[in-house]
Nanobody, 124 residues
Framework: QVQLVESGGGSVQAGGSLRLSCAAS????????MGWFRQAPGKEREGVAA????????YYADSVKGRFTISQDSAKNTVYLQMNSLKPEDTAMYYC?????????????????WGQGTQVTVSS
């Protein structure tokens, strides 16, 4: 049974930082994309960042480049999202997801497995 468990969300003021974690189990960790997505109320789910687990290639949405960093600890089957210089528009439910290593790493609809989400709220 595949499980993706996110943690680390919370409430911060604009300019602050948070680190999200996603622990994966039940899948072969290598050979996948692991991605972070977010969805704000009334908006579509959007890709934030992704990492190719074999090789560590990273991908970012333009809106977070230079502020967010995705990384992994392969020994722990865990992916992280370090979020700095947070803005109110970063407020959303953040989801971790996994899919085989094919296609667009930031295309949400192609991901097979999803976590339950963790809320990030940034106040001005």
């Amino acid at each position: 049974q595949v499980q993706l468990v996110e943690s680390g969300g919370g409430s911060v003021q604009a300019g602050g930082s948070l680190r999200l974690s996603c622990a994966a189990s039940g899948i072969t960790y290598s050979g996948n994309y692991m991605g972070w997505f977010r969805q704000a109320p009334g908006k579509e789910r959007e890709g934030v960042a992704a990492i190719r687990t074999a090789g560590g290639n990273t991908y970012y949405a333009d809106s977070v480049k230079g502020r967010f960093t995705i990384s992994q600890d392969s020994a722990k089957n865990t992916v992280y999202l370090q979020m700095n210089s947070l803005k109110p528009e970063d407020t959303a439910m953040y989801y971790c997801a996994a899919k085989p290593w094919v296609g667009d790493p930031l295309f949400a609809q192609a991901y097979n497995y999803w976590g339950q989400g963790t809320q990030v709220t940034v106040s001005s």
